[in-house]
Structure formats: structure tokens, C-alpha cells
């Protein structure tokens, strides 16, 4: 009388699926009552269970994401593909050791990247976090033109009063209030500022 088979899938330290496998295909043959005696299933485990074929599988090859420029720095993805070897191209291709191609494992993990930072982009977007481009400059535009227009006008709004307190000519005044104004805006029109 042997063992049942849960024990013996303790005793080899594989699952009772694994045991109840290898009796189904016949690499181990269990006792007329249905236990299994461990040396003799052992013995047979052993002698019918090929080794593992080496060579056959390409080992696996950990790769380097950029991280994109921009809003989004950092995700998840990028932090748990960070610090392996090799590198991004120009391109987005990965050179691994000089080979030249991409495997099927990187381009899935560059793939699973790219997603998970569109997502973070669009999560952001609708948080209300990020604002969209061309419309924050069009805005700014809108404003600046307004200002503009509000300088430009203020010489005619204010040159009469004020030449009337001081005691002079209202429209030599408006004039040189209004040739100060625009040498003004002209100084600050000649600063470009950057918008990347």
C-alpha cells in the first residue's frame, strides 16, 4: 500500500493536477488500489519525463523606453521598464546588443508604454490638468491684442485732462502721449517669448 496522490504531489512538490496528469499519460503507473508508491513513482517519474530542450527559446531581452518630452514624464510603465539594458534608436526601434531588430517581447513592451502614457495624457485632459495648445495660444493672442488696444486708445482718452491741468496745448499733448505709447508697445513687441 503506497501513498495517495495528494501526498505524493507533496512529496515530488508539484500540484495534485500534475500528478493526476502524469498518471493519465502514463509516466507514472499507480498501485492496484489506487495509491501511488513513492520510490517506484519516483523512479518512473524520472526516466519518463523528458529534460527540458535548452536552445529553443530566445532569453529574454529587457528594454530601455525614452521617456516622452512633454506634459507626461515618468508613468508606471516607463518606471517598470526603466533600468535594463539597451537602448531606444532615433527611430523607436530597439538596438539590443547590436542586432539590429526588435523582438516580439519588445515591441509589445514599447507598445504597452506608448498606452499607458496616451492614457495618462487623456486622464489628464479630462481632469481638466491640461490645457490644449492651440487654444491657450489663440487666448493669449486675444488677450494681448486686447491690451494693445486698450494703450493705444488711452492717449485719446486722457491727453485732453490731462493738458488741461497742466496747462498746454490738448493735441500737442495727444501727440506725444500717443508717439510714447507706441515706442513703448514697440519695446515690447520686440520680446519674443517661447512657447514650446
Known amino acids: 500500500m503506497g501513498i495517495s496522490i495528494r501526498a505524493y504531489a507533496r512529496h515530488r512538490g508539484v500540484t495534485d493536477t500534475a500528478v493526476h496528469k502524469a498518471i493519465r499519460s502514463g ?13 517506484q513513482a519516483d523512479a518512473q517519474w524520472e526516466r519518463n519525463t523528458s529534460a527540458p530542450k535548452t536552445g529553443t527559446q530566445r532569453p529574454v531581452v529587457k528594454v530601455k523606453v525614452p521617456e516622452i518630452d512633454g506634459p507626461v514624464r515618468n508613468s ?16 523607436g526601434s530597439a538596438n539590443v546588443g547590436g542586432s539590429g531588430g526588435t523582438s516580439l517581447l519588445q515591441a509589445r513592451t514599447v507598445n504597452e508604454v506608448v498606452k499607458a502614457q496616451t492614457n495618462k495624457v487623456r486622464l489628464a485632459r479630462l481632469k481638466g490638468e491640461l490645457v490644449d495648445r492651440p487654444q491657450a495660444i489663440a487666448h493669449v493672442f486675444k488677450l494681448a491684442r486686447s491690451e494693445r488696444d486698450a494703450w493705444l486708445n488711452w492717449p485719446a482718452r486722457v491727453s485732453a485732462q490731462m493738458a488741461a491741468k497742466l496747462e498746454i496745448d490738448a493735441h500737442t499733448m495727444h501727440v506725444s502721449l ?3 505709447v507706441r515706442e513703448h508697445l ?7 517669448p517661447r512657447v514650446d
Open 76 to 91: 508606471a510603465a516607463t518606471n517598470g521598464a526603466s533600468g535594463a539594458t539597451g537602448g531606444m534608436g532615433a527611430t
Open 27 to 39: 509516466r507514472v503507473t499507480p498501485e492496484t488500489d489506487g495509491t501511488i508508491d513513492a520510490d
Open 178 to 180: 500717443e508717439s510714447a
Open 186 to 192: 514697440q519695446e515690447l513687441g520686440d520680446l519674443r
